[in-house]
């Protein structure tokens, strides 16, 4: 059975997924200045650092599929939306009555006084 509760995360777990984000930006960074100066080779210290990420590259790849790749590599460490969400909205609503009634109510009951703050 999988739990799909949301799971606070620790302070290090956060710390260090920050960091993987953050190196993970940087190559991705490196790799768009190489597609835009239409390099045709990698550094050796960009592959070594695709390469710490687990991120393939096969001879002759092109930048733009390298680019993706970091992208697909990134989402995993993105936080993700709530998994249960409020189905119904905590307000009640009456369903004759359009939004904001009950501010317009709210005016008229105090004798059409409305206190603008500045």
Request: charged share 30%; no cysteine; glycine share 4%.
């Amino acid at each position: 059975m999988v739990d799909n509760s949301p799971v606070i995360m620790s302070t290090q777990e956060m710390i260090d997924r920050r960091a993987q984000l953050r190196r993970l930006d940087d190559i991705l960074e490196a790799l768009e200045q190489l597609n835009l100066t239409e390099a045709s080779q990698l550094p050796e210290r960009l592959l070594r650092s695709l390469a710490a990420h687990e991120i393939q590259v096969e001879d002759g790849v092109e930048v733009k599929v390298l680019i993706e790749r970091v992208w697909q590599k990134q989402e995993g460490h993105m936080l993700s939306p709530r998994q249960e969400r409020r189905r119904t909205s905590t307000r009640r609503v009456h369903p004759r009555r359009p939004p904001g009634h009950d501010v317009i109510e709210s005016i008229l009951r105090q004798g059409g006084r409305a206190q603008v703050s500045d």
